[in-house]
């Protein structure tokens, strides 16, 4: 089994920062795109920033430079740091890993189970 473990979400000023971790663990043999997802009430599911296992990174026009992703192989940990954040922020993220287990030849996805952000204006 694999589980995606996830911590740093709260309640921030408008302005501040927030770094978002998620760690990976179980019976992994390798794990290749991670990313971050994000929802806001009403509104769809959108992608927010991927990184692959090589470190090249893509990111969402409306947070391009102010959140930078970021991984750990070592540790099977993707990070998220949030800077000059806004209201808009404000949403229940997920991160996202295609996770290769041991002893199989295909990879899955997998979610963790989300974390608020949640910015003051």
């Known amino acids: 089994q694999v589980q995606l473990v996830e911590s740093g979400g709260g309640l921030v000023q408008a302005g501040g920062s927030l770094r978002l971790s998620c760690a990976a663990s179980?019976?992994?043999?390798?794990?290749?795109?991670m990313g971050w997802y994000r929802q806001a009430p009403g509104k769809q599911r959108e992608l927010v920033a991927t990184?692959?296992?090589?470190?090249?990174?893509d990111y969402a026009d409306s947070v391009k430079g102010r959140f930078t992703i970021s991984r750990n192989n070592a540790k099977n940990t993707v990070y998220l740091q949030m800077n000059s954040l806004k209201p808009a922020d404000t949403a229940v993220y997920s991160c996202?890993?295609?996770?290769?287990?041991?002893?199989?030849?295909?990879?899955?996805?997998?979610w963790g189970q989300g974390t608020q952000v949640t910015v003051s204006s």
């Open positions: 996202n890993a295609d996770v290769l287990r041991v002893g199989v030849v295909y990879s899955l996805p997998y």
């Open positions: 990184i692959s296992s090589g470190g090249s990174t």
């Open positions: 179980g019976s992994i043999s390798s794990i290749r795109a």
